[in-house]
T-cell receptor
């Protein structure tokens, strides 16, 4: 089946530093990837939609200069949290959608990355 | 705008008893409905989806869900719950013509199955 990986699975960083999270589709090409944020005991909130070869589309209220998204290939999207602060601590989850009609209603989710900013 | 409501934060059920997790939705036009399960510190795993056709959808691990258009509901059910079903369950919806095929998730329902 379709597998999506995320790296790292967890990261602890100091306030003010930048952190990069990778999302990879291992056995399929993903023209579209989604980045979500999940606070403890809460639902997933869509942050942005990442399309291969073009700029990401950010949801209202999400700072694009704060959360940099790059989708440089059909199997890799990265989320960089710049100048991280404690309030950025969260569980970040990506999902990938296969191309074509088969991917219209399908999202495969990664295992998530827990970011803790001290 | 599309939205999902999961009215119960937590559902407790004894092992072997039926399990129901409620979900209601609001969209413009025809809905695409999904159920996902999340185990601690893990991503979401797909359980089932309704796109069109039979209102009763069967999915993974013995789960099923019934689409009810008049009540705008898509409740998740399992006839006999297992302890291993204890997890966080999310209902999600998107409208047929949702821009970017974006999913909207409900707040989640924690299921605790007691032995």
């Amino acid at each position: 089946g379709a597998v999506v990986s995320q790296h790292p699975s967890w990261v602890i960083c100091k306030s003010g530093t930048s952190v990069k999270i990778e999302c990879r589709s291992l056995d399929f090409q993903a023209t579209t990837m989604f980045w979500y944020r999940q606070f403890p005991k809460q639902s997933l909130m869509l942050m942005a939609t990442s399309n291969e070869g073009s700029k990401a589309t950010y949801e209202q209220g999400v700072e694009k200069d704060k959360f940099l998204i790059n989708h440089a290939s059909l199997t890799l999207s990265t989320l960089t949290v710049t100048s991280a602060h404690p309030e950025d601590s969260s569980f970040y989850i990506c999902s990938a959608r296969p191309p074509g009609l088969a991917g219209v209603d399908t999202q495969y989710f990664g295992p998530g990355t827990r970011l803790t900013v001290l | 705008a599309q939205s999902v409501a999961q009215p119960e934060d937590q559902v407790n059920v004894a092992e072997g008893n039926p399990l129901t997790v409620k979900c209601t939705y609001s969209v413009s036009g025809n809905p695409y409905l999904f159920w996902y399960v999340q185990y601690p510190n893990r991503g979401l795993q797909f359980l089932l989806k309704y796109i069109t056709g039979d209102n009763l959808v069967k999915g993974s691990y013995g789960f099923e869900a019934e689409f009810n258009k008049s009540q705008t509901s898509f409740h998740l059910k399992k006839p006999s719950a297992l302890v291993s079903d204890s997890a966080l369950y999310f209902c999600a919806v998107r409208a047929f013509k949702a821009a970017g095929n974006k999913l909207t998730f409900g707040g989640g329902t924690r299921v605790l199955v007691k032995p």
